[in-house]
């Protein structure tokens, strides 16, 4: 098992990061707000968790071994895989979900994409005796389901910036998908930094 890999950022893609150890790229999956704290040439350490396939080896990457721990007991309930596992830690700290689960906050899970009600309800029995406590030393700042980050303009500006973009460019992109935030904000959901990284590297993309 791979608990970590650490040495220089050798490149970032918008869902991977490749991590230069004893002359061997590695390549990392990882979430946004991992990414944005990457830089090309600097030196990172990611937790790592390897899932194994018949057909693919594949190392998820996160910033600390709470996310990876995290990351790996959301997939002992059934039909949250990986992927899935790394959207939930995308969209909300470790202990918001631990605070999420514990206190059986439904709207906090249906705001991951790909999580429906009756999925929101069948995780939180399962999940109900298997994160265990929130650890953070600000939980009753957090607030029940706070996002990873403070400000999804924040986070995603950041994102395009350790992918190489100029923060004119950064601050333009964030603009074009502002609308497509704050009509999932008015609905009552969380912004899905995800979609909107993916939406704003498209718009770069059609820039250039």
Same mark, same amino acid.
């Given at each position: +098992? ?23 790229? +590695? ?28 057909? =693919?080896?594949?190392?998820? $990457? ?5 996310? !990876? ?8 309930? =059934? ?8 959207? +939930?830690?995308?969209?909300? =700290?470790?202990?918001?979900? !631990?605070? *999420? ?34 650890? $953070? ?5 957090? $607030?029940?389901?706070?996002?990873? =980050?403070?400000s999804w303009r924040d986070q995603l500006q950041a994102a395009l910036i ?10 333009? *992109?964030?603009?074009?998908? *502002? ?10 959901? !969380? ?6 990284? !993916? ?6 993309n059609r820039a250039r």
């Amino acid at each position: +098992m791979i608990a970590f890999v650490s040495g220089p950022v050798a490149a970032l893609a918008p869902t991977t990061a490749v991590i230069e150890v004893g002359g061997i790229g +590695m390549a990392v999956q990882c979430a946004p707000g991992t990414l944005a704290g990457l830089r090309i040439g600097q030196e990172a350490k990611l937790a790592t968790s390897l899932v194994v396939r018949e057909d =693919s080896l594949t190392l998820y $990457g996160f910033a600390d071994d709470d996310e !990876r721990q995290v990351f790996e007991l959301l997939q002992t309930a =059934s039909g949250v895989g990986p992927r899935l596992a790394q959207a +939930m830690l995308a969209t909300h =700290s470790p202990d918001a979900l !631990r605070i *999420a689960v514990a206190t059986g906050d439904e709207k906090a899970l249906t705001a991951v994409s790909g999580i429906g009600k009756k999925g929101a309800q069948k995780l939180l029995l399962e999940l109900k005796d298997r994160l265990g406590e929130p650890v $953070g030393a600000h939980i009753g700042q957090q $607030g029940i389901g706070a996002p990873v =980050s403070s400000s999804w303009r924040d986070q995603l500006q950041a994102a395009l910036i350790g992918l190489g973009y100029a923060t004119r460019e950064a601050d333009e *992109a964030v603009a074009a998908v *502002a609308p497509q935030a704050e009509a999932a904000i008015a609905g009552g959901e !969380r912004a899905p930094v995800p979609q909107l990284l !993916r939406a704003a590297l498209q718009t770069l993309n059609r820039a250039r």
